[in-house]
């Protein structure tokens, strides 16, 4: 997890560092915004991925948090590590699911009721509604249509 | 049925493997029960190679409805006063062409497609991280092209305001009618859909390799997703932005970008006025709209260029040269294409030239970086010219050539006196087709025997690429001329004494020649299904991940996976006495890099 903080918070670093030269040379406050706005876009993922790579290594992160037990790196952190390291459940895959085709017919129909009137919403919402419906329950217990 | 999977068993391999007994995972021993088939398996999927290959397949057709709209553009410029298509159609012509290859082609047939299907493979996941939204991403692309393709029906025509949407040309009132309304919708569809699939594409990256694929182990072209992945994040949120608020000023009465109708409000004694502070401002568009849109040219070249560093190679029996000056290279590429969006606003007048001339000036040097490196990896290599390395040395020169020129673009002076000539056009035709169609094709020739577990014919695929490497020199070499002499781009007629008008035509028979090259494609496509030749496992002798499991892959991808101890794992199962050389060892008395490893240091293995 260290090189994936590093390579975020890189990403923070350089747009931070970016924004405020081009402040101090433009004072266009629309450039800058977007490169301060990407400048966090690096940080926050890459200090929290910091965070927990600490953690792994039973560090602090700087002075803050609790000495935890080292857990060590993960599997595919280690270069001498082998297959059956990461043994176990690596996540829960739903076999198959009408719910993201009827969220995206759901946004179509919404989108094009912008465009050629508001009667295209009732069915763009309701496909919305159901469907944010079905696949919050689909997620709790589990199987496919 | 949710799927809960163990990871695969080891395979004995030569760095040390060890043979552990299939686990029971309540999912091995129905492998081919896995929910409706049809047409409702195809829309309830969440497998990510039916997902890629519905992305891949999508934007092909849209590639090839581009194309023609392109051939219409070119016989309308054959000759000086063409008649074949009004100045309104010409208008919709060029708007719809290059919206469909920037927005529906070339980016999702690399990020949605090859990337859907490969970068799983190449990590050793069962699946990207999550498969609903990555579905729910698809059916977004999906209805979002179908959005764009409907402004074709609407009264008024479709969008035709070019494929960047300048304000005010693109406000209520300089393009009124349906069809700007729906391109604008078609974007924001297609826009969330790309935004899901970078979170996908960085999650599963992140959190889905399997054990010892360290980061510096992933190969090159999973490496570039993440960083397009990355790009597409900082980028497309601005754009879809950028767009709601165009629909504002174009339907709710903000003046955003609008300066038209930007006045006091009237009162008694005091009529309405012209008032500055209430207009918005149509520069703020060009602002955020190219702050999607520079990093969007290289959302579309990374992929490709991690396409060519997959083949490369592959095709030249060795291990790439320089692994982590290309991921720096690529990061350096990235970083940079953020900082440079205005070098499309020089002629605005109210950008800083220096910053922005100096930041697209330095993109060169990791794209250099990159050109050595390819070339590095070919050198003294035993290359094969096989139809996929073709593409790929087509590719180095196209995009050699666009990159060159787009260092001249970079520099002001020469910015002023090119601009919206047929220079410019020539430039990121070259950029974009360069990577976009010759890496894009590569790619789809060195992979579709992992997807359909049949070859291509190599005779007709050799066919396909010298037709469309002469149709493309033949077409764009002559509009650099024609720019340089002074014809402006998005014109449907143009003066006949001034000269331009042969290299118009040489323009027009190049595009045709293209058009015959991909006709030759579709023969081979369809042979291809008609009298299939099995392809085996690895065909090519890859090196990655994705070359270790079957062809085509089973659901979830994999039963066993192979020792990860380089960033070529299959090669190193593959080859035992030619293993890899770690990063930063040395190979004593062995030529560095040759592919033949005979006395090279193993890497030791726990």
Not at chain 1, 58 to 67: A, H, I
Not at chain 2, 110 to 131: C, E, R, S, T
Not at chain 2, 481 to 502: C, E, F, H, N, S
Not at chain 2, 574 to 596: E, I, V
């Amino acid at each position: 997890m260290r090189i994936e903080a590093i390579f975020l918070i890189g990403v923070g670093i350089f747009f931070g560092a970016v924004g405020l030269i081009y402040w101090f040379l433009s004072y266009e406050d629309g450039g800058f915004m977007m490169l301060i706005g990407t400048c966090a876009l690096g940080l926050l993922p890459g200090l929290y991925y910091f965070y927990w790579h600490r953690r792994f290594r039973g560090s602090k992160f700087f002075f803050w948090g609790t000495l935890d037990r080292a857990v060590g790196d993960r599997p595919e952190d280690r270069h001498d590590a082998n297959i059956r390291d990461g043994a176990g459940i690596i996540n829960s895959f739903p076999g198959s699911s009408i719910w993201p085709f009827i969220l995206g017919m759901g946004a179509f129909l919404t989108v094009l009721a912008l465009v050629f009137g508001v009667w295209l919403l009732i069915p763009g919402v309701l496909l919305l509604v159901t469907a944010l419906i079905g696949v919050t329950a689909e997620s709790r217990r589990g199987g496919h249509v | 049925m949710t799927d809960v999977i163990n990871p695969p068993i080891t395979l004995p391999g030569s760095a040390g493997g060890v043979h552990v007994p299939a686990a029971h995972d309540g999912h091995a021993d129905h492998h081919e029960d896995h929910g409706p088939s049809g047409l409702l398996k195809w829309l309830t999927t969440t497998d990510h190679k039916v997902i890629g290959l519905s992305y891949m397949i999508t934007s092909l057709c849209l590639f090839y409805v581009a194309g023609i709209m392109a051939l219409g553009i070119r016989v309308q410029l054959a000759t000086p006063s063409g008649s074949f298509v009004s100045f309104q159609q010409y208008n919709e012509l060029f708007t719809m062409h290059g919206s469909l290859m920037l927005y529906l082609f070339a980016g999702p047939f690399a990020f949605g497609g090859l990337a859907n299907y490969i970068v799983p493979l190449q990590v050793g996941a069962p699946d990207m991280a999550f498969p609903r939204l990555n579905a729910l991403s698809y059916w977004l692309y999906l209805t979002g092209s179908i959005t764009m393709l409907l402004g074709f029906f609407v009264a008024g025509g479709a969008a035709d305001f070019g494929w960047v949407a300048y304000a005010p040309l693109s406000s209520a009132v300089y393009t009124p009618g349906a069809g700007a309304d729906v391109w604008i919708m078609a974007l924001a569809l297609t826009g969330f859909s790309a935004i899901f699939t970078g979170v996908n594409l960085v999650g599963t990256i992140f959190y889905l390799r399997a054990p010892g694929m360290t980061m510096f182990r992933m190969p090159i072209f999973t490496w570039n997703m993440l960083v397009t992945g990355i790009l597409i994040l900082i980028a497309f949120p601005v754009l879809t932005s950028a767009l709601i608020m165009l629909f504002c000023d174009r339907h709710f009465g903000t003046h955003i970008y609008d300066v038209i109708g930007c006045t006091t409000t009237a009162t008694a004694g005091h009529p309405a006025v012209p008032d500055p502070s209430a207009c918005g401002s149509p520069v703020l568009w060009q602002n955020l709209f190219w702050f999607f849109g520079h990093p969007e040219v290289y959302i579309l070249a990374l992929p490709y260029f991690g396409i060519a560093t997959e083949i490369i190679p592959v095709f030249s029996r060795k291990p790439v040269f320089g692994y982590k000056g290309m991921v720096f290279a690529t990061m350096s590429i990235a970083a940079l294409s953020t900082g440079v969006w205005a070098h499309h606003m020089f002629t605005t007048g109210v950008v800083l030239l220096p910053f922005f001339s100096l930041l697209s000036l330095l993109i060169a040097v990791p794209t250099g970086i990159k050109f050595f490196n390819w070339i590095g990896t070919m050198w003294r290599g035993q290359i094969q010219f096989q139809t996929p390395m073709l593409f790929c040395i087509g590719f180095l020169l196209a995009f050699l050539m666009g990159g060159v020129t787009g260092v001249m673009l970079a520099a002001p002076p020469i910015d002023f006196f090119t601009h919206d000539t047929y220079f410019v056009v020539a430039h990121f035709h070259q950029v974009l087709f360069g990577t976009a169609v010759f890496a894009g094709f590569a790619g789809l020739y060195f992979w579709y025997p992992k997807m359909f577990g049949r070859m291509l014919n190599d005779h007709l695929g050799k066919w396909h690429f010298w037709l469309m490497f002469v149709g493309f020199w033949l077409t764009f070499m002559p509009q650099y001329i024609v720019g340089l002499k002074g014809m402006p781009r998005r014109v449907a007629t143009y003066p006949g004494d001034l000269g331009w008008q042969i290299y118009n035509d040489l323009s027009t028979a190049g595009a045709f020649v293209i058009a015959i090259s991909f006709a030759v494609l579709l023969v081979n496509l369809w042979i291809s299904w008609r009298r299939p030749v099995p392809a085996g496992d690895n065909p090519w002798d890859g090196h990655a991940l994705e070359w270790f499991t079957t062809s085509p892959p089973p659901h979830h991808n994999y039963t066993h996976l192979p020792p990860i101890r380089s960033e070529r794992p299959t090669w190193d199962y593959n080859h035992p006495d030619h293993p890899s050389l770690h990063h930063g060892t040395k190979a004593p008395g062995g030529p560095p890099g040759d592919g033949s490893g005979g006395t090279r240091e193993k890497v030791p293995v726990a």
